[in-house]
């Protein structure tokens, strides 16, 4: 029996969030980077020693940082999308991963609150502690989320091979992202990597 239009509609059209979200996010990162990296290294930015440190919440501090702000927006909102059409689309299993994925995605819609500058000598602001407590309510949702999805896959035989791909991007991106240095871009990239790999994977499956 064919699904309902409107749940193909629905989750087709996660599929596409999920799509755009990380793309979309990276490319403005990207071109930000480029355009505002002089003023990154002032405001504490070390590339290779302390990555994670200023980048990339700092490119909202920028005469371009309107940009990062709506880029953290679009991309938090877009990523609830896909965790809604996630949920509908890998039928059986907990709701507990996609509902983690969602709330990760409400988080990065919070990151859209400008962060302080590392090097500064005023006191913290109201939107630079929104800011951090949404970076640490974002991982805090995100890395229980890999596990969670990976049991869900495992029981729907349309995204086992994806559940296993799920919990190896959990166990990688774990370690990549505490240990100190460069590793932590290729944290950002495997996630980023990961959601674009699922949502290709729900697209697929819309119509099974």
Known sequence: MAPPIRRVLTVRGAAIAG????ALFMLVVVVLTVV????MLRIGWQPLEDPAGAWPSGLALGPYGWAQSLNFAASGTLLIVFAIGLHRGAVSGSKVGPALLALSGVAMALLAFETDPIIRTSPRSLHGWVHDL???L???????SFFFLWRRMEKDPLWRSHG???????LLTIPLFLLPGPTYYLSLALILGWLEVLAIRLWAVADE
């Open 36 to 39: 505002q990296y002089d003023l």
């Open 19 to 22: 799509i755009v979200g990380p």
């Open 164 to 170: 296993r791909y799920t919990l190896i991007a959990g």
């Open 138 to 144: 974002f991982i805090a949702s995100l890395t229980p």
């Open 134 to 136: 949404a970076f640490v």
